[in-house]
């Protein structure tokens, strides 16, 4: 028996990377989870675009008249765009922007009266240490980031009252395909299962316990 037997799960960008290292852990616990990425894989017969409300709507009405609610949505999609600001496109900007942020926003908005069904919920968003550490090359990302902090911490006391908790996780380095690619970082780099574990020990705390913002890093990167 797991300690999420009976619960409904909704993980953005489940299908690699720290999204998978989520699902796996959810899944593990019992939870039935349901998952979103854009390429359609086996286990995501369908592109379901975090960027586009209507495809986002469609997913979450399938949750609710399927499973009657959610209880658990992990905002993890995501994308990184680095380069200068002169150099980088609209389109590119739209697309780290849209996805980072108003992905979480839509999600988030067709999730809340679902998790109001069950009687509260929690709500992840996976952001990032560039959500507070600013560097070159990272105006878009670092923008999306820090936009998702400010976003998660509004929610999160607008909607604690109705029992939905939302924590927002900043892990550093993690071994995944994510922006230019993981050959630099592995070994010493955080797994997905680590930031899987982190959502796990959240879902545990004691439910009058909110751990609102989680910087996870490695704990030996390379020394400078
Ligand atoms: N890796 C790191 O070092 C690191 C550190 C801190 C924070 N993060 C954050 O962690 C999250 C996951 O990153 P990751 O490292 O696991 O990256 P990843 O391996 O590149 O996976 C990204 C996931 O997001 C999905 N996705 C991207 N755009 C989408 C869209 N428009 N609609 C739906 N799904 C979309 C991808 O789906 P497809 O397979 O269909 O492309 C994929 O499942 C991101 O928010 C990232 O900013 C990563």
Redesign the pocket.
């Known amino acids: 028996m797991g300690n999420l037997d009976g619960k409904i799960a909704l993980v953005?960008?489940?299908?690699?990377?720290?999204?998978?290292?989520i699902v796996e852990a959810l899944h593990r616990e019992g939870a039935t989870v349901t998952?979103?990425?854009?390429?359609?894989?086996a286990a995501?017969p369908a592109?379901?675009?975090?960027?586009?409300f209507d495809?986002v709507r469609r997913v979450f009405g399938d949750v609710g008249r399927e499973s009657g609610g959610l209880d658990i949505l992990v905002?993890?999609?995501?994308?990184?765009l680095f380069a200068p600001v002169a150099d980088t496109s609209p389109e590119d900007w739209r697309?780290v922007i849209?996805?980072?942020l108003n992905?979480p926003f839509y999600c988030s908005h067709e999730a809340i009266p679902l998790m109001r069904k069950r009687g509260g919920g929690y709500i992840f968003n996976?952001?990032?240490?560039?959500g507070k550490n600013p560097f070159v090359n990272g105006a878009a990302?670092n923008a999306?980031?820090f936009g998702?902090n400010g976003f998660s911490e509004a929610l999160m006391m607008e909607v604690r009252y109705d029992g939905i908790r939302v924590s927002y996780?900043?892990?550093?380095?993690?071994?995944?395909?994510?922006?230019r690619g993981?050959a630099a970082?592995q070994g010493w780099?955080?797994q997905?299962e680590d930031?899987g574990e982190v959502v796990l020990d959240l879902l545990r705390s004691p439910s009058r316990a909110l751990y609102s913002r989680v910087a996870m890093r490695p704990s030996q990167p390379p020394k400078k």
């Open positions: 953005t960008g489940g299908n690699r990377g720290i999204g998978r290292g998952l979103t990425a854009r390429a359609p894989k995501a592109p379901k675009e975090v960027r586009d495809q905002n993890n999609a995501g994308v990184g697309t849209e996805t980072n992905g996976i952001s990032s240490l560039a990302y999306s980031k998702l996780l900043m892990p550093g380095s993690v071994n995944t395909e994510f922006g993981s970082k780099a955080l997905p930031v």
